[in-house]
């Protein structure tokens, strides 16, 4: 997945480009709904018409909007490598100012359908047009049920989020830098404050996070708050040591280092403190109220909210019922190909006791050792520049951005998924990196990583977002969007297409893969069993151990993760399916004439797209490929 962040990390530019709530705190909230430098449509003259198309002209005021939308999330600018005078600050993440950004949004959509021709436009310019359109009206739909998102939650490492963000994304360069570091750390009290407020809010509206998250997010929240010198425990806290050993890498100026050091736990000691003393008291009394483990159909309008979910995750307009149905008979048809392997290998007995050999066969685990997990970062390296070998022969447009593969941080292993992608930054100074989840080395299972390292690197995550980020000739927008089902679709793809490739020729590798795949079509079933028919955490963790080789370690991390993240594990393999009966059409309409590689093109070429729009694109190049005159302007 990606490290939405994850997200998963504590932002994700994902499918809208307000998703993110941040702002200049100087700014009232009411007042930036009105402020003056709202994107302008300048005139379309003859003369302008004739030396400048519609759709440059559209790209220019989508640009406008875009960077509008960044200099509004100081946390945007920093992950995107620009160093502006907000880089001290957090993003705002008040409720008041995510309603202002939206207002904005509104009139971003007015002034686009007032102001441009659609059918002057290119091929490319409708399709700026129309994801613009999907991304606000998305948006739109979404706003109505702000607060029944969880604020807190054990999975999507809110609080492990921004620790992240200040370690992998603010670099410190300078004296300057250092002291924006500085002004981060304080600046969480608000943060933390806001979370608090949040907190209050949705629970008198009848909305708090499941009652088994509350232990891991205590615990969490506390360890990562905590440490020398915020309290006096033998442990350092991670900013104080992410900060020291930034600036072991800077040259001493006029401040001296021990300066900067001592400014950073005053801050940490006084009002990071405080903001964590705050959020950890909020959390404490939460537990002690909430004592049941629901799905969403439980909160208000609940069952409307699942839907709602499921379109913003899936890009798609499904029934609860009939996805659950699509995970029945994928699961039915991956136990048939695994039985296919029992027999290659010589197993004899059920499925079930295959799965429990699985569970423990020595030869599928890693030394439970840091030489185990450098064993992983070897193998998973060694898969990546193999990949990249062959890369050539299936894709005609590669990404520039170097890709690095690390351990999740110790200090963050409780508040992140197993693995993740964090993708580079926009002046190609931070590479992609592909994060693996080594905390307990007893549930990381060799085969099934496998297909987990194609996912989050090569040919996913990597290919797909690094490569729409250096696109030209589109609205940057389109560069930093996402999908859900388009994304992790197109990743759990990729671990199709390497066995295509020609790799996974261990069958207990390509049973791994087999694995990976089943484990996301069992999440069609579980994350609507839990949400809309009502079942309880232990009948999705029986259907989990029934159906699938995982760990019941990492079975119950998954069951609760859907939990708190209704609907976003369906996009995986709703966009999978999406993905390779486009493809198979493609063949089949395009008989001989058909090339991978001008497909994979029209995949991941054009950007982020909804699966709609995605089969549009497709058909529109199928019959470009049939017309010798489209084919020639081309």
């Known amino acids: 997945m990606i490290a939405i962040h994850r997200l998963a990390i504590l932002f994700l530019l994902v499918l809208n480009l307000l998703a993110l709530a941040g702002c200049n705190r100087d700014r009232d909230p009411e007042e930036t ?10 005139p379309a003259s003859a003369t302008e018409t004739t030396e400048r198309s ?11 909007v875009y960077e509008r939308n960044v200099a509004a999330y100081p946390e945007w600018e920093t992950s995107l490598g620009r160093k502006t005078d907000q880089q001290g600050e957090w993003n705002d993440y008040s409720d008041a100012y995510s309603a202002a950004q939206l207002e904005l949004a509104k009139i971003d959509l007015e002034n686009l359908r007032a102001g441009f021709d659609y059918v002057q436009l290119d091929a490319n310019g409708k399709l700026s047009y129309d994801l613009f359109v999907y991304n606000i009206e998305q948006r739109m739909d979404d706003a109505a049920w702000m607060r029944h998102d969880y604020v807190v939650d054990q999975f999507r490492g809110q ?3 921004l620790f992240a963000f200040l370690q992998n994304e603010h670099r410190i360069e300078s004296a300057a830098d250092a002291e924006d570091y500085v002004r981060r750390i304080a600046g969480m009290r608000e943060v933390f404050a806001e979370m608090t407020r949040q907190l209050q809010d949705r629970a008198d509206f009848g909305v708090m996070t499941p009652a088994f998250a509350y232990p891991d997010m205590i615990t969490d929240v506390s360890r990562m708050t905590g440490g020398y010198p915020v309290s006096e425990a033998e442990t350092e806290n991670p900013l104080i040591r992410d900060f020291r050993k930034k600036l072991d890498q800077l040259a001493p100026g006029e401040e001296t280092h021990d300066q900067l050091e001592q400014s950073a736990i005053t801050a940490l000691q006084g009002p990071f403190r405080e903001g964590a003393e705050m959020l950890l008291a909020e959390l404490g009394r939460q537990q002690s109220l909430m004592q049941e483990n ?12 699942y839907r709602n979910r499921i379109r913003h995750h899936t890009t798609l307009d499904l029934d609860p019922e009939e996805i659950h149905q699509i995970g029945l008979d994928d699961v039915e048809r991956i136990h048939e190909e695994m039985r296919a392997i029992m027999d290659q290998v010589g197993f004899e007995g059920t499925l ?27 193998e998973a390296r060694q898969q990546i520049a193999e990949i990249e070998a ?71 995550h990597h290919f797909q977002i690094a490569n729409a980020m250096e696109l030209e000739n589109i609205p940057q927008f389109r560069k930093s969007s996402g999908y859900g089902a388009y994304t992790e679709g197109w990743a759990l ?54 159906n699938t080789p995982l760990s019941e370690g990492d079975i119950v991390t998954e069951v609760e993760r859907f939990f708190v993240n209704p609907g976003q594990a369906l996009g995986y393999k709703l966009g999978m399916l999406k993905i390779l009966e486009l493809r198979e059409h493609a063949r089949q309409e395009l008989g001989d004439d058909f090339d991978i590689r001008a497909f994979h093109d029209v995949v991941i070429g054009r950007g982020a797209m909804p699966l709609p729009v995605l089969e549009s694109q497709v058909n529109d190049w199928i019959a470009c490929e049939r017309s010798p005159a489209c084919a020639a302007r081309d």
């Open 294 to 305: 629901y799905g969403v159909w439980s909160l208000p309008d609940g069952d409307a909210y």
């Open 493 to 546: 793809y990729a671990e199709q297409l390497a066995r295509e490739m020609g790799f996974y020729q261990d069958p207990m590798r390509n049973f791994g893969r087999l694995q990976d795949e089943i484990w996301r079509s069992v999440r069609l079933v579980t994350d609507t069993g839990i949400h809309a028919m009502h079942w309880t955490r232990q009948q999705a963790i029986d259907y989990f151990l029934e």
């Open 352 to 378: 079930q006791e295959f799965f429990a050999f699985v569970r423990t066969d020595p030869n599928n685990f890693y030394e439970d050792s840091d030489a185990g997990r450098e064993q992983f970062l070897a």
């Open 159 to 161: 609080v492990a989020g």
């Open 33 to 42: 709904a009105a402020v003056a430098n709202e994107p302008t449509v300048a």
């Open 54 to 64: 519609e759709t440059q002209r559209l790209n220019a005021f989508l640009d406008q």
């Open 390 to 460: 062959l890369a050539d022969q299936y894709f005609n447009i590669l990404p520039k951005a170097s890709l690095e593969v690390r351990r999740v941080e110790p200090w963050r292993e409780n508040s992140t998924s197993i693995a993740f992608y964090d993708r580079p930054s926009e002046d190609g100074s931070r590479p992609g990196i592909y994060y693996a989840n080594m905390k307990d080395m007893a549930n990381f299972q060799k085969y099934v990583f496998t297909a987990i390292t194609y996912h989050e690197s090569v040919p996913g």
